[in-house]
């Protein structure tokens, strides 16, 4: 072991870490890997000592991390549903009780020879005291007395030394009166002989001369089911074995009776199921009862009917009783106080007995037993709590209570213990009560259970099992002393999540809190609302319970009381939430209760998550209620709810978003007045198209299908207009169909990677079996220029889960595809739509119709799909509505192309290195599996091919699920019908009224899980932390070892220490600064490459469409968990997880960071360098596909602030924890912005623009002067501009033609010009070694120190015979070590570092 100092926000601490392999593996990102390695390292590097390592640096705790909320790193959906037993489906009563006493008072049975003296109480009453008729009678009246105490309202038959007739007359007409429910027969066989094995007790005859036997089978049938048997009588166990028998045996009659109707048993009356019979039986089949004169005859009925009584008495028969002085059976009769008042003695214990047995119950038997016997029927109840006594009491006098259904000994738990203690207690001050008068002081038995209760919530660990008080917290919430300490630990153990939730309504706990919502004690205000919002997150049925016993206006007044706390007030508002979630009368109820004014009223509130839920609970009380809505419309309800469209938490915009979805989405008649509400409401939801949150995107298209729901009629006739247009943009180009041998399956497909929808969590890497990294390896080595078409990662189709939700009905042949949806949105941006309509026609339907077009386009898979249901829903409407005939022959009636004539499961591969090329099937841009070809092996006709009319962009078409095109015509006849299995759904799958992100539920999650519990990241010993404390370790390592290199100064930089084959052409480079791990993009892809050990990582699919590039690539939280963003040159964002280790990369965000790029050349016409930028353009668009700066980003992790510019005329800032643009600085010019450079310390952003001029701008003053300064001594597109980080730092700026000039931050002139090679294609600087490295389109490097002395010349690749380096395409320095990583034209990636003496 080895012991190191870490200093966290706590001060030093001490971490240990084993060199033993078991704890390595700690970390969850790429890290995992170089974790061995690196820990290694730093145990046994003589480089390092205790003082360096105590010098950890602190910063990097101090650092906000971004992307890493919930929303990024879960499924935004709601738990699923644990199985909810507690509630009893079926309540019994016990409605009538049978007493047959068969004691024949003075003659005993012959089968029984009794002691002498002998136990002869029955019914606390000697029989041999009075007359023997007066002793039946009375003690067949203390009987029923006995069982009123348990269960009042049953009706009560005696039958006392009956006959056979008597039983069967008075068992027949209690099941007639009681139909369904329970019946009890108390069975007392002291004066007849013992049961037989045959299965039969004993009655008499009419005149008292003879025993006639009863047979239970007889029995069975006159009793019917359910009922429940009581036998006290010696030999009981043999009923129990008997009645088990018959039992089955009328099982197997019914069996054969359903068979076959001809059976002669089928012809007889059915007899009843024994199912639902319970026994209790005295003893076991081979037992006689105790004769202990010092206990009574009837022992076992004793203990289920008087069970206190019998519990003293046996409590001072035993030998511990001496203890306690002065109790004798006497003074037990005096206890003062009734059984039903829990203030007195007798009250006290009966109140600590029934916990005790409920807690020993809930403990051992199995949980749907104890729901069946000790919740279902309170008699029932009662009587099994006191079989656990007469079990604990009949056992110490060797006999065995038997039941049916048996339960586990309970005899020896440990809970009798705390019983004899109470007894203890109690009795001890019985002589001075009754004799001097004094005070009864009660029990300490609750507070110590609650003791124990809370010792376990403090000290326990996970996965335990659970507390065995919860049964006695229960019981304790019926008392005013200790309720509230009760509740708060209820509260604390609900906390603990949905099982511990479970557990409690399991145990029983649901009538108790839904009574205390009566009291208006207001110090239980907010434990109630604390378990009710722990209670309904788990099980939302309670709504209706809640509704029917007023509880809701305890949460209303909750909600409307200032002086609560907003964490109490976001609870209440959550219970009433899920009270009107699609429930009308839940929904009626709060309307009543003012629910929206009380609302509405906290819609400004501070509280993030009372504000959220403020917004989903309106959101959902006028959900398909009129009356909400309007009472809303009064209140302007929608007008107040604008105000959190632009909340900085995503979650509360996604709520408002939600709201107004539900708002708009109504199902009731409209009146002009609520269609310009509807528009008003669209039209402030279309704003936020372009916001920074996927859910919040999310939750808007499934808000504006609300409104197209409502208004389909005039959403199909503005989508037939755009179809309209549409096709007239349509322009053929040359007829380049695929041949049938471009068709390659996927398993023979190459090894690239694939784009996956986000949440389907399929395998995203790509495959990398040494027969597929060759194939792809021939495909990619193949001339840029005319060479054979390349496989692209771009253009292989995708196929998702939503095939069937978006497949085409059987009957249909029109659905729109990306490619058209897309020429649509494109089209729709470049003419006058609303004049193609007419004046008369409501534009906001246009809009809204743009918006989803937009949103179709999303970079993030999830939003893009569900606005293509949208969209197709409507498109299908709309044709069908149009033509309402079935056109046949396709071939002359349409231009449209068919489904792909291969066979299902085939993709289609297109070229990758050709102009953009749209597909001649639909199928390669489908969701649906492609359909088979057409009879007799035709091709079917095929439209040729269109080049879209934008400046030679192809549509999007490889991120979102695709379906057949609108145009297109299926495969006419028969062969439609073969396709019916394909979408049973019919058009009703795609979309429908209730479309959801299921956002709403999600939320709900936080009150399930434990919110009182410390997060892992801040539990100083939770393995996340001590990975962080690694981490962070390894970073101070990593920034003091390269200081050390770099203070020394770096004479030559040109060991190389890797190289590889990229498996695209090298467009953008990025070191991790911690890990020895590097990103490398293509046009379309991401590869991951270990430097180290010279191996690949990963390579994936970035998701972007294919007349796109990736132009920047940047680590976000690169010193702890980190991300990766990528930017394309269409504006679109996309950060990664998971990637460069053994897991699949997940997409955690994406969205639009800039609209309206403008692609612009390199180059500037009237400058001398003409010729020279333009060969340095064409060098540049061969490598990275085409011109234009495209997207230029710049990160700053101490804010969370992301600069974002490129082809337009603005430098956009997203904040990254709101997720949303918070500035838009103008650039002042008319040419692109080619690079950007920003200072965190003093607000500044350095921009190179593409007319050679550098831009100095402060984001502190407003849009009009925050431009501080503009440098223009460059003639030419300046290739990097680097404002170094120090308070003095200057600003670095080099351009295509190879000048790097120096510029004071504060003088408008240049301090220093050093001149660089000319052709200019990549340049970079080291932000620590005052380095930097100019890559040329004439195949060299060269690397420059401050002075501008060229320290050195790389032009030829080490090995490989000396072969010359590519063009370079990019090139980038490590932010820490002297490495230097270049990607050239060649597809080569390599690495030089300086010499290894200094590293």
């Given at each position: 072991?080895?012991?190191l100092?870490?200093?966290?926000p706590?001060?030093?601490?001490?971490?240990?870490?084993?060199?033993?392999?078991?704890?390595?593996?700690?970390?969850?990102?790429w890290?995992?890997?170089?974790?061995?390695k690196?820990?290694s390292?730093?145990?046994?590097s003589?480089?390092?000592?205790?003082?360096?390592?105590?010098?950890?640096?602190?910063?990097d705790?101090n650092?906000?991390l971004?992307?890493?909320?919930?929303?990024?790193?879960?499924?935004?959906?709601?738990?699923?549903?644990?199985?909810?037993?507690?509630?009893?489906?079926?309540?019994?009563?016990?409605?009538?009780?049978?007493?047959?006493l068969?004691?024949?008072?003075?003659?005993?049975?012959p089968?029984?020879?009794?002691?002498?003296p002998c136990?002869?109480?029955?019914?606390?009453i000697?029989?041999?005291?009075?007359?023997?008729?007066?002793?039946?009678?009375?003690i067949g009246?203390?009987?029923?007395?006995?069982?009123?105490?348990?269960?009042?309202?049953?009706r009560?038959?005696?039958?006392?030394?009956?006959?056979?007739?008597?039983?069967?007359?008075?068992?027949t007409?209690?099941?007639?009166?009681a139909?369904?429910?329970?019946?009890?027969?108390?069975?007392n066989?002291?004066?007849?002989?013992?049961?037989t094995?045959?299965?039969?007790?004993?009655?008499?005859?009419?005149?008292?001369?003879?025993?006639?036997?009863l047979?239970?089978y007889?029995?069975?049938?006159?009793?019917?089911?359910?009922?429940?048997?009581?036998?006290d009588?010696?030999?009981?166990?043999?009923?129990?074995?008997?009645?088990?028998?018959?039992?089955?045996?009328?099982?197997?009659?019914?069996?054969?009776?359903?068979?076959?109707?001809?059976?002669?048993?089928?012809?007889?009356p059915l007899?009843?199921?024994?199912?639902n019979?319970?026994?209790?039986?005295?003893c076991?089949?081979?037992?006689?009862?105790?004769?202990?004169?010092?206990?009574p005859?009837?022992?076992?009925t004793?203990?289920l009917?008087?069970?206190i009584k019998?519990?003293?008495?046996?409590?001072c028969?035993?030998?511990?009783?001496?203890?306690?002085?002065?109790?004798?059976?006497?003074?037990?009769?005096?206890?003062?106080?009734?059984?039903n008042?829990?203030?007195?003695?007798?009250?006290?214990?009966?109140?600590?007995?029934?916990?005790?047995?409920d807690?020993?119950?809930?403990?051992?038997?199995?949980?749907d037993?104890?729901?069946?016997?000790?919740?279902?029927?309170?008699?029932?109840?009662s009587?099994?709590?006191?079989?656990?006594?007469?079990?604990?009491?009949?056992?110490?006098?060797?006999?065995?209570?038997?039941?049916?259904?048996?339960?586990p000994?309970?005899y020896?738990?440990?809970?009798?213990?705390?019983?004899?203690?109470?007894?203890?207690?109690?009795?001890?001050?019985?002589?001075?009560?009754?004799?001097?008068g004094?005070?009864?002081?009660?029990?300490?038995?609750?507070?110590?259970?609650?003791?124990?209760?809370?010792?376990?919530?403090?000290?326990?660990?996970?996965?335990?099992?659970?507390p065995?008080?919860?049964?006695?917290?229960?019981?304790?919430?019926?008392s005013?002393?200790h309720r509230?300490?009760?509740?708060?630990?209820?509260?604390?153990?609900?906390?603990?999540?949905p099982?511990?939730?479970?557990?409690?309504?399991?145990?029983?706990?649901?009538?108790?809190?839904?009574?205390?919502?009566?009291?208006?004690?207001?110090?239980?205000?907010?434990l109630?609302?604390?378990?009710?919002a722990?209670?309904?997150?788990?099980?939302?049925?309670?709504?209706?319970?809640?509704?029917?016993?007023?509880?809701?206006?305890?949460?209303?007044?909750?909600?409307?009381?200032?002086?609560?706390?907003?964490?109490?007030?976001?609870?209440?508002?959550?219970i009433?939430?899920?009270?009107?979630?699609s429930?009308?009368?839940?929904q009626?109820?709060?309307?009543q209760?003012?629910?929206?004014?009380?609302?509405?009223?906290?819609l400004?509130?501070?509280?993030?998550?009372?504000?959220?839920?403020?917004a989903?609970c309106?959101g959902?009380?006028?959900?398909?209620?009129?009356?909400?809505?309007?009472?809303?419309?009064?209140?302007?309800?929608?007008?107040k709810?604008?105000?959190?469209?632009?909340?900085?938490?995503?979650?509360?915009?996604?709520?408002?978003?939600?709201?107004?979805?539900?708002?708009?989405?109504n199902?009731?008649?409209?009146t002009?007045?609520?269609?310009?509400?509807?528009h008003?409401?669209?039209?402030?939801?279309?704003q936020?198209?372009?916001?920074?949150?996927?859910?919040?995107?999310?939750?808007?298209?499934v808000a504006?299908?609300?409104?197209?729901?409502?208004?389909?009629?005039?959403?199909?006739?503005?989508a037939?207009?755009?179809?309209?247009e549409e096709?007239?943009?349509a322009?053929?180009?040359?007829?380049?169909?695929?041949?049938?041998?471009?068709?390659?399956?996927?398993r023979d497909?190459?090894?690239?990677?694939?784009?996956?929808?986000?949440?389907?969590?399929?395998?995203?890497?790509?495959?990398?079996?040494?027969?597929?990294?060759?194939?792809?390896?021939?495909?990619?080595?193949?001339?840029?220029?005319?060479g054979?078409?390349?496989?692209?990662?771009?253009?292989?189709?995708?196929?998702?889960?939503?095939?069937s939700?978006?497949?085409?009905?059987?009957?249909?042949?029109?659905?729109?595809?990306?490619?058209?949806?897309?020429?649509?949105?494109?089209?729709?941006?470049?003419?006058?739509?609303?004049?193609?309509?007419?004046?008369?026609?409501?534009?906001?339907?246009t809009?809204?119709w743009?918006?989803?077009?937009h949103?179709?386009?999303?970079?993030?898979?999830?939003?893009?799909?569900?606005?293509?249901?949208?969209?197709?829903?409507?498109?299908?409407k709309?044709t069908?509505?149009?033509r309402?005939?079935?056109i046949l022959d396709?071939?002359?009636?349409?231009?449209?192309?068919?489904?792909?004539?291969?066979?299902?499961?085939a993709?289609?591969?297109?070229?990758?290195g050709?102009?953009?090329?749209?597909?001649?099937?639909?199928?390669?841009l489908t969701?649906?599996?492609?359909?088979?070809?057409?009879?007799g092996?035709?091709?079917?006709?095929?439209r040729?091919?269109?080049?879209?009319?934008?400046?030679?962009?192809a549509?999007?078409?490889?991120?979102?699920?695709?379906?057949?095109?609108?145009f297109?015509?299926?495969?006419?006849?028969s062969?439609?019908?073969?396709?019916?299995a394909?979408?049973p759904?019919?058009?009703?799958?795609?979309?429908?009224?209730?479309?959801?992100?299921g956002?709403?539920?999600?939320?709900a999650?936080?009150?399930?899980?434990?919110?009182?519990?410390?997060?892992?990241?801040?539990?100083?010993?939770?393995?996340?932390?001590?990975?962080?404390e690694?981490?962070?370790?390894?970073?101070?390592?990593v920034?003091?070892?390269?200081q050390?290199?770099?203070?020394r100064?770096?004479?030559?930089?040109?060991?190389?220490?890797?190289i590889?084959?990229?498996?695209?052409?090298?467009?953008?480079?990025?070191?991790h600064?911690?890990?020895?791990?590097?990103?490398?993009?293509?046009?379309?892809?991401?590869?991951?490459?270990?430097?180290?050990?010279?191996?690949?990582?990963?390579?994936f699919?970035?998701?972007?469409?294919r007349?796109?590039?990736?132009?920047?690539?940047?680590?976000?939280?690169?010193h702890?968990?980190?991300?990766?963003?990528?930017?394309?040159?269409?504006?679109?964002?996309?950060?990664?997880?998971?990637?460069?280790?053994q897991r699949?990369?997940?997409?955690?965000?994406?969205?639009?960071?800039?609209?309206?790029?403008?692609?612009?050349?390199?180059?500037q016409?009237?400058?001398?360098?003409?010729?020279?930028?333009?060969?340095?353009?064409?060098?540049?668009?061969?490598?990275?596909?085409?011109?234009?700066?495209?997207?230029?980003?710049?990160?700053?992790?101490?804010t969370?602030l992301?600069?974002?510019s490129?082809?337009v005329?603005v430098i956009r800032?997203?904040?990254?924890?709101?997720e949303?643009?918070?500035?838009?600085?103008?650039?002042g010019?008319?040419?692109?912005?080619?690079?950007?450079?920003?200072d965190?310390?003093?607000?500044?952003?350095?921009?190179?623009?593409?007319?050679?001029s550098?831009?100095l701008?402060?984001?502190?003053?407003?849009?009009?002067?925050?431009?501080?300064?503009?440098?223009?001594?460059?003639?030419?597109?300046?290739?990097?501009?680097?404002l170094?980080?120090?308070?003095d730092?200057?600003?670095?700026?080099?351009?295509?033609?190879?000048d790097?000039?120096?510029?004071?931050?504060?003088?408008?002139?240049?301090?220093?010009?050093?001149?660089?090679?000319?052709?200019?294609t990549?340049?970079d600087?080291?932000?620590?070694?005052?380095?930097?490295?100019?890559?040329?389109?004439?195949?060299f490097?060269?690397?420059?120190?401050?002075?501008?002395?060229?320290?050195?010349?790389?032009k030829?690749?080490d090995?490989?015979?000396?072969?010359?380096?590519?063009?370079?395409?990019?090139l980038?320095?490590?932010?820490?070590?002297?490495?230097?990583?270049?990607?050239?034209?060649?597809?080569?990636?390599?690495?030089?570092?300086?010499?290894?003496r200094?590293?």
């Amino acid at each position: 072991m080895a012991r190191l100092f870490t200093v966290g926000p706590g001060g030093p601490k001490h971490v240990w870490f084993s060199s033993s392999p078991s704890n390595q593996g700690l970390s969850q990102t790429w890290d995992t890997r170089a974790l061995m390695k690196m820990d290694s390292e730093l145990l046994n590097s003589p480089a390092l000592c205790l003082a360096e390592e105590e010098e950890a640096d602190t910063s990097d705790w101090n650092l906000p991390l971004a992307f890493m909320k919930k929303r990024h790193s879960e499924k935004i959906e709601g738990s699923k549903a644990l199985a909810q037993s507690w509630r009893m489906k079926d309540r019994m009563k016990t409605v009538s009780v049978a007493l047959v006493l068969c004691l024949n008072v003075g003659v005993d049975p012959p089968d029984v020879v009794k002691t002498s003296p002998c136990a002869r109480l029955e019914c606390w009453i000697d029989p041999l005291s009075m007359s023997p008729q007066k002793a039946l009678e009375t003690i067949g009246a203390n009987l029923q007395k006995q069982y009123e105490n348990w269960q009042p309202r049953a009706r009560y038959k005696q039958s006392l030394d009956p006959t056979v007739d008597e039983v069967k007359k008075l068992c027949t007409s209690l099941r007639r009166n009681a139909k369904e429910e329970r019946v009890l027969f108390h069975y007392n066989g002291h004066g007849v002989p013992r049961p037989t094995v045959n299965g039969e007790i004993w009655v008499f005859n009419k005149n008292y001369t003879q025993y006639i036997p009863l047979s239970v089978y007889d029995l069975q049938t006159w009793m019917g089911s359910p009922s429940i048997f009581v036998y006290d009588c010696s030999n009981a166990g043999i009923i129990v074995k008997s009645f088990k028998q018959f039992a089955l045996q009328r099982e197997q009659e019914l069996e054969v009776a359903a068979i076959n109707p001809n059976h002669p048993l089928a012809q007889m009356p059915l007899p009843p199921s024994m199912k639902n019979c319970i026994q209790l039986a005295a003893c076991e089949a081979s037992e006689l009862l105790p004769m202990n004169p010092d206990l009574p005859a009837d022992l076992f009925t004793s203990c289920l009917t008087t069970p206190i009584k019998i519990a003293l008495r046996w409590f001072c028969m035993q030998k511990s009783a001496k203890l306690v002085p002065g109790v004798t059976l006497d003074l037990i009769e005096k206890i003062p106080g009734r059984l039903n008042d829990r203030r007195t003695p007798l009250g006290e214990l009966n109140w600590i007995f029934t916990a005790i047995t409920d807690t020993i119950a809930w403990n051992v038997l199995p949980r749907d037993l104890f729901q069946k016997l000790f919740r279902q029927d309170l008699l029932v109840a009662s009587l099994f709590r006191n079989f656990l006594l007469a079990e604990r009491i009949m056992r110490s006098y060797n006999c065995t209570p038997v039941s049916s259904p048996r339960l586990p000994p309970t005899y020896m738990h440990a809970m009798w213990q705390a019983w004899d203690l109470a007894v203890d207690i109690c009795l001890s001050q019985l002589p001075t009560i009754i004799e001097e008068g004094t005070a009864f002081r009660h029990s300490p038995f609750f507070a110590e259970q609650l003791t124990a209760f809370q010792v376990w919530l403090t000290m326990g660990v996970e996965n335990r099992n659970p507390p065995e008080q919860l049964p006695i917290v229960l019981q304790v919430l019926l008392s005013q002393v200790h309720r509230l300490r009760a509740l708060d630990l209820l509260g604390r153990f609900l906390d603990l999540g949905p099982w511990a939730v479970s557990l409690a309504l399991s145990v029983g706990i649901f009538p108790y809190v839904l009574k205390l919502l009566q009291s208006s004690a207001r110090e239980l205000r907010p434990l109630l609302v604390f378990i009710w919002a722990k209670i309904l997150a788990v099980d939302s049925s309670c709504q209706a319970d809640l509704v029917k016993d007023n509880g809701h206006k305890y949460f209303l007044s909750v909600l409307a009381d200032p002086y609560m706390p907003a964490e109490h007030r976001t609870m209440a508002v959550f219970i009433l939430a899920v009270i009107v979630n699609s429930y009308t009368t839940g929904q009626e109820a709060c309307l009543q209760g003012n629910l929206i004014a009380i609302c509405l009223e906290q819609l400004s509130d501070p509280h993030p998550l009372l504000r959220q839920w403020v917004a989903i609970c309106l959101g959902r009380i006028w959900q398909n209620f009129d009356s909400a809505r309007w009472c809303g419309v009064r209140d302007s309800a929608h007008e107040k709810l604008y105000s959190l469209l632009s909340d900085p938490i995503p979650e509360v915009r996604c709520a408002a978003v939600f709201a107004l979805g539900t708002f708009v989405g109504n199902s009731a008649e409209r009146t002009d007045h609520s269609t310009t509400i509807d528009h008003n409401v669209a039209m402030m939801l279309a704003q936020l198209i372009n916001d920074g949150s996927p859910v919040v995107r999310k939750e808007l298209v499934v808000a504006l299908s609300h409104l197209v729901v409502q208004y389909e009629s005039n959403f199909c006739t503005v989508a037939l207009q755009f179809m309209e247009e549409e096709k007239n943009y349509a322009v053929p180009s040359p007829a380049n169909t695929l041949e049938p041998c471009n068709l390659t399956p996927v398993r023979d497909s190459p090894a690239i990677p694939r784009l996956r929808s986000v949440n389907s969590y399929t395998n995203i890497r790509a495959a990398t079996t040494a027969r597929n990294l060759n194939k792809s390896l021939q495909n990619l080595n193949l001339n840029e220029e005319g060479g054979p078409v390349t496989f692209s990662p771009g253009n292989l189709s995708t196929s998702s889960s939503a095939s069937s939700t978006l497949g085409s009905p059987d009957n249909d042949e029109y659905i729109l595809s990306f490619e058209t949806i897309d020429k649509m949105r494109r089209v729709s941006s470049y003419s006058s739509l609303n004049s193609l309509i007419g004046v008369s026609f409501n534009s906001v339907y246009t809009q809204i119709w743009r918006v989803l077009l937009h949103l179709a386009a999303d970079p993030f898979p999830e939003v893009s799909d569900l606005s293509m249901k949208v969209l197709n829903s409507i498109a299908y409407k709309a044709t069908m509505n149009a033509r309402p005939q079935r056109i046949l022959d396709s071939g002359s009636l349409t231009q449209s192309a068919p489904a792909s004539p291969t066979s299902k499961g085939a993709h289609i591969h297109q070229a990758g290195g050709s102009p953009p090329m749209p597909s001649a099937s639909s199928s390669s841009l489908t969701n649906e599996v492609p359909k088979p070809p057409t009879r007799g092996g035709e091709q079917p006709p095929m439209r040729p091919p269109y080049t879209p009319t934008l400046g030679g962009q192809a549509p999007h078409s490889h991120q979102f699920p695709r379906t057949r095109k609108m145009f297109d015509k299926g495969p006419s006849g028969s062969e439609q019908a073969g396709d019916d299995a394909d979408d049973p759904g019919g058009h009703k799958a795609y979309m429908n009224a209730n479309l959801s992100t299921g956002l709403c539920d999600w939320s709900a999650k936080y009150f399930a899980q434990p919110v009182m519990k410390i997060p892992e990241e801040h539990d100083v010993e939770s393995q996340v932390r001590k990975e962080r404390e690694w981490r962070f370790l390894r970073n101070a390592r990593v920034r003091k070892q390269s200081q050390r290199i770099t203070q020394r100064g770096v004479t030559r930089l040109d060991d190389q220490i890797f190289i590889n084959r990229n498996p695209g052409v090298p467009s953008v480079v990025k070191f991790h600064p911690f890990n020895p791990c590097i990103a490398v993009a293509d046009k379309d892809s991401i590869c991951f490459w270990d430097w180290e050990k010279a191996e690949r990582l990963d390579y994936f699919y970035n998701g972007n469409p294919r007349y796109t590039r990736i132009t920047a690539m940047e680590y976000l939280n690169g010193h702890d968990y980190s991300l990766l963003l990528t930017a394309t040159d269409d504006g679109a964002l996309r950060i990664w997880k998971n990637f460069a280790d053994q897991r699949n990369p997940e997409m955690v965000t994406a969205w639009q960071g800039l609209s309206d790029m403008l692609p612009t050349t390199r180059g500037q016409p009237s400058s001398s360098a003409h010729s020279l930028a333009r060969r340095v353009s064409i060098c540049l668009d061969r490598s990275k596909g085409q011109g234009g700066a495209g997207m230029v980003v710049d990160w700053e992790q101490e804010t969370g602030l992301l600069m974002t510019s490129g082809d337009v005329r603005v430098i956009r800032i997203w904040d990254t924890e709101r997720e949303m643009k918070v500035q838009d600085i103008p650039t002042g010019a008319d040419s692109c912005v080619t690079c950007l450079s920003c200072d965190s310390q003093r607000s500044l952003i350095a921009a190179g623009l593409g007319d050679g001029s550098v831009r100095l701008y402060d984001r502190r003053m407003g849009a009009n002067e925050c431009r501080v300064m503009t440098y223009r001594e460059h003639s030419s597109w300046v290739v990097k501009a680097h404002l170094q980080k120090q308070t003095d730092g200057k600003i670095i700026s080099v351009s295509v033609d190879g000048d790097v000039r120096f510029f004071e931050l504060r003088s408008p002139d240049s301090v220093n010009v050093l001149q660089t090679v000319k052709g200019l294609t990549a340049l970079d600087i080291h932000p620590q070694a005052n380095l930097f490295a100019c890559g040329s389109m004439n195949q060299f490097i060269a690397v420059y120190n401050s002075n501008g002395d060229v320290i050195s010349n790389i032009k030829y690749y080490d090995g490989f015979m000396g072969q010359r380096i590519g063009a370079i395409s990019c090139l980038a320095f490590h932010p820490y070590w002297p490495h230097l990583a270049v990607g050239s034209n060649d597809y080569y990636m390599s690495i030089y570092s300086a010499e290894k003496r200094l590293r």
